[in-house]
């Protein structure tokens, strides 16, 4: 897992889903977001967590972020 927060977003929280089935049973530190370790999930299986962040980009600016 890894996750780029570009300039103009800050993570502010992260919480694991409360999704049927979710393999994430500790929020990871936000310190930790860039490298999460999921441990091994089988097929079918996943690790979902929420993360709430801040919009600190100047108006009228556009702001992406990607998971994957």
């Known amino acids: 897992y890894t996750t780029l927060f570009r300039s103009g977003l800050t993570a502010t929280t992260v919480a694991c889903s409360t999704a049927t089935n979710?393999?994430?049973?500790?929020?990871?530190?936000?310190s930790s977001l860039a490298s999460i370790d999921t441990g091994s999930?089988?097929?079918?299986?996943?690790y979902e967590i929420l993360v709430t962040a801040r919009v600190d980009a100047t108006?009228?600016?556009?702001v992406t972020n990607t998971a994957t």
């Open 22 to 30: 979710n393999k994430c049973t500790t929020a990871p530190a936000l």
């Open 41 to 46: 999930l089988a097929a079918g299986e996943f």
């Open 59 to 62: 108006a009228g600016s556009t």
